[in-house]
């Protein structure tokens, strides 16, 4: 009777197996939500499951040993993919109502002696024990031990994120984030990014195992990062395989995916200073103590971030006075008018960090610009300006604004920003650029160019810090 019933279970195993995954799909919430990969690794676990009773029916017996492996393996495997432990019970006796119904199945029309049926219950009741007993006992094993393991990742993040928060250096301190955040979560591959207060955008300032485009200064279309829905919500979020449809990822080489995702923000208060991203080319599902360690991570992170940009700005400021106390000692010793101007521009591109400064009068009544002088210009730019009087209107959008309405003008992308003339832009090489209106009793006399031919490295306060 029992090698009848191993046979027939063995001939019907796949059909069994596929039966069986339709089932917890469709019965049991959180196994509907598991990943392709996943459900693969299910179907294996249950034809694990299906041989295990077939080895028993043909021994004539089970073997605890065997059922108790089983058991850690499968409890394992549920914990990762965050099976709750009653959903991991549940789904036994959903495999058993298939599998025992196959096997009444094939000796219902039998006529078998009352030894052979005692013997099928004790097989069928030992394994229910074994099995359910095994499955609670490895199930609580591996949470602890994954609690322990976190508890003491949280205390050791502790004491990294204060060693982080009394770093001065911003690049340093996205690097030693990046580093943290992937340690912890186990993944070889993320970025951080930050809040461009001008624009809006997401700025990637540190990566890691990352190819271009995604290197530092590349822009995150924010409507297409999960970290919108982490800034949305106020806390990590995760997403894996078809979740991560329509997202901006980075490509991977030898054309492989990212296929699953962690997006956290970073936040001080209610104010978004820029979120981490982090990237596995496997598909994984995060317990909540993991979105957790790296929340709490996340905000010391903003301290470390905050403490140092104003202790960069400090520096930065106090740079910026000293070049203009020595620009103001240095005007009053020039000889002449033209000299003093060349003073000025030179030290208005150190103050603003750029990489050329251009220097105009503006006649109100005419409203035309006279170019006056230049520094970081080369030898063509500096012939094609030399003599210049032009009127601000027909320059482009942006300098008549400068000009006419008295305001600054900051364009980040002179290549798409349509304030700007392209055919200047192409020109002169122009990445982007600030304008700045001089004013003498409340009128404007004259207009600063200050801009970047390489990529803009300004920060947000650059322009406010001298002005």
């Given amino acids: 009777m029992l090698n009848l019933i191993a046979g027939h279970i063995r001939r019907d195993r796949d059909s069994l197996v596929e039966r069986v995954v339709d089932d917890l799909i469709g019965q049991i919430p959180t196994y509907a939500t598991l990943s392709r990969s996943s459900r693969q690794e299910l179907s294996r676990n249950i034809r694990d499951l299906i041989d295990l009773v077939i080895s028993f029916l043909e021994a004539g017996g089970e073997d605890s040993d065997e059922t108790y492996a089983y058991a850690r393996k499968v409890s394992q495997a549920r914990f990762v993919q965050s099976i709750p432990f009653g959903d991991l019970v549940r789904s036994y006796y959903v495999g058993e109502a298939v599998i025992w119904g196959a096997v009444v199945q094939a000796v219902a029309e039998g006529d078998f002696p009352l030894e052979d049926w005692s013997r099928l219950f004790e097989i069928k009741s030992e394994l229910e024990s074994h099995l359910i007993s095994g499955l609670s006992f490895a199930y609580m094993d591996e949470k602890n031990r994954y609690v322990t393991r976190r508890l003491q990742e949280l205390t050791a993040m502790i004491e990294v994120g204060r060693t982080i928060a009394a770093t001065i250096n911003l690049d340093q301190v996205l690097r030693q984030i990046l580093e943290v955040s992937t340690a912890v979560m186990q993944v070889h591959m993320g970025g ?121 700005l400090e520096k930065r400021r106090r740079e910026q006075a000293l070049i203009a106390k020595e620009m103001a000692e240095d005007v009053a010793r020039s000889v002449n008018y033209y000299q003093a101007l060349g003073i000025v521009v030179h030290n208005l591109t150190s103050i603003a960090g750029v990489d050329r400064c251009t220097l105009y009068s503006y006649d109100r009544e005419t409203g035309e610009m006279e170019f006056l002088r230049g520094f970081g210009l080369k030898a063509a730019e500096r012939k094609a300006l030399k003599g210049l009087r032009v009127r601000a209107a027909e320059v482009d959008e942006m300098t008549r604004r400068a000009v006419e309405v008295g305001e600054m003008v900051s364009v980040e992308d002179a290549s798409s920003d349509p304030r700007v003339n392209p055919r200047n832009a192409r020109v002169f090489g122009l990445r982007s650029c600030l304008l700045v209106p001089l004013k003498y009793r409340d009128q404007v006399t004259g207009l600063v160019c200050l801009d970047h031919t390489r990529k803009p490295h300004r920060s947000p306060s650059t322009a406010t810090s001298w002005t």
Avoid: H
Wanted: aromatic share 6%.
């Fill in 192 to 312: 951080v990014f930050l809040m461009d207060e001008d624009t809006g955008n997401l700025r990637l300032e540190a990566s890691l195992g990352l190819q271009r485009p995604w290197g530092k200064g590349m822009v995150m279309d924010l409507s297409r990062s999960l970290l919108r829905e982490a800034f949305a919500s106020g806390r990590p979020e995760a997403a894996v395989d078809d979740g991560l449809a329509g997202l901006q990822l980075p490509a991977l080489p030898g054309g492989r995916k990212v296929r699953s995702l962690i997006s956290c923000p970073i936040l001080k208060a209610d104010s978004r200073i820029g979120g981490i991203e982090l990237y596995d080319e496997e598909p994984r599902v995060y317990q909540a103590l993991d979105l957790a360690l790296l929340d709490t991570f996340a905000s010391q992170a903003a301290v470390a971030i905050q403490n140092a940009r104003l202790f960069e």
